[in-house]
Structure formats: structure tokens, C-alpha cells
Nanobody
Framework: QVQLVESGGGLVQAGGSLRLSCAAS?????MDWYRQAPGKQRELVAA???????NYADSVKGRFTISRDNAKTTVYLQMNSLKPEDTAVYYC?????????WGQGTQVTVSP
């Protein structure tokens, strides 16, 4: 079992920045960030493999950066140049022992 706790969400004006954190209860194989806006499907925002390679949704490339600590227990999402369309609940997803685990999410609201 893995518990994930996200933090760092909040209300920010367009053009501002936020840094999200996701802390896992143990070292995991990989950790990704997803988001879900009202009335929309959950979508992948940023992913980081076990080897450290990254992948981003086209809508956030150049603005968001995923990173993690060396112990592979915490993943971060630095979000810059935020837009109102980035408003969503952001979720952390982690893989451990061939199982996937989700956090409860943190709300990000970007005002115009």
C-alpha cells in the first residue's frame, strides 16, 4: 500500500506560479501528475519515469516542470505562467509493485 498526499494548490492570478508537492508513504517506481477540470475527463499533465525521463501534455509544455527527490518519495510540479484553463483538481499518481495509487487531489484555481 502507498499513501499519497498532495499539497500546494490554491488561488492564483493568471500569469502567476504555484508549486505542487506529492509525498508518498514509501519509495515508488514512478510518479505522475494528472488534472481534472469540471465536466472534463482526467488528463495526464506530466509524467516522470523511473529513469527520470519526462513527458508533458502539449498544453503545459514550457510552463510546467515535473521533478522528484532522490529517494523517489516526493514529486513536484512547478507551474509557471498559469492560465485560467489550468484550473482543475490536480492529482498525483504513483506506481508501486505493479499497482497504481492516487492521491486525493489539490485544487488549483487561476483567476483571469
Amino acid at each position: 500500500q502507498v499513501q499519497l498526499v498532495e499539497s500546494g494548490g490554491g488561488l492564483v492570478q493568471a500569469g502567476g506560479s504555484l508549486r505542487l508537492s506529492c509525498a508518498a508513504s514509501r519509495s515508488v517506481f514512478s510518479m505522475d501528475w494528472y488534472r481534472q477540470a469540471p465536466g472534463k475527463q482526467r488528463e495526464l499533465v506530466a509524467a516522470m519515469s523511473s529513469g527520470g525521463s519526462t513527458n508533458y501534455a502539449d498544453s503545459v509544455k514550457g510552463r510546467f516542470t515535473i521533478s522528484r527527490d532522490n529517494a523517489k518519495t516526493t514529486v513536484y510540479l512547478q507551474m509557471n505562467s498559469l492560465k485560467p484553463e489550468d484550473t482543475a483538481v490536480y492529482y498525483c499518481k504513483a506506481q508501486y509493485a505493479l499497482e497504481w495509487y492516487w492521491g486525493q487531489g489539490t485544487q488549483v484555481t487561476v483567476s483571469p
